[in-house]
């Protein structure tokens, strides 16, 4: 009703195994370019553009691997929107945390997520950007709930920009296993959505811990039919 008009353009980066090649710089430069365009043309259409360039989370890389993958893949991406006259205040960047593959044997804790993800956007990402919207894809959220809540308690100089999640997997899947198409769980399915949106407003602000969650849960009230 405001006006405001949003698009959203995904590109994907498979890591290789240890050794390999991919992403190449070939593939990282097509996509970067076709995301910058997008984001031009979005622009001139007075939309604002969402760009996801996702490094994707499956294969067994270690966080080191994933940071330089990362690192490259927004190192050119940006340059691309320079080249494409795209303005920075004015878009959303989709991003992945930096941390091991799904199928990786290393452990890391959440402070090693945050020191690479703040790292590898501090050396990559303009201080002009609008704004940051990670993914989470973890099975509860609560993971990727501790990890925002810790980039967002970071001081501001190391996050000049608003952080926050695209509300994907993380959010939808429990309401949807919650809910089963059956219309009598229609009501329990909202007061999880309900909960899950509260709680990753807290980890936005910087407020959220498990603690808070599980209180959230045992004192939850139904919602009214």
Known sequence: ALGAGFAKRRATFRISEV??????????????HALARFAALAQECGIVPILVPEVLAEGDHDIARCAQVTERVLRR??????????????MVLQ?????PGAASAQRVETADVVAATLRVLGATVPVALAGIAFIADDADGRIARER?????????????????????SALQQPVLQAWGGRSDRVLEAQRILVHHAYCSGLAACGAYTVTVEDLLETFAVPIAA
Do not use: H, Q
Not at 19 to 32: F, K, L, Q, V, W
Not at 77 to 90: C, I, N, Q, R
């Open 19 to 32: 050794g390999g090649e991919t992403p190449s710089d070939r593939a990282i430069a097509a996509n970067a």
């Open 77 to 90: 991406l940006f340059a691309e929107l320079a080249e494409a006259g795209v303005a920075l205040d004015a």
């Open 148 to 168: 925002l809540c810790s980039l967002n308690k970071t001081m501001p100089r190391r996050r000049p920009w608003p952080l926050t999640f695209s509300y994907g």
């Open 95 to 99: 991003a992945t945390m930096v941390s």
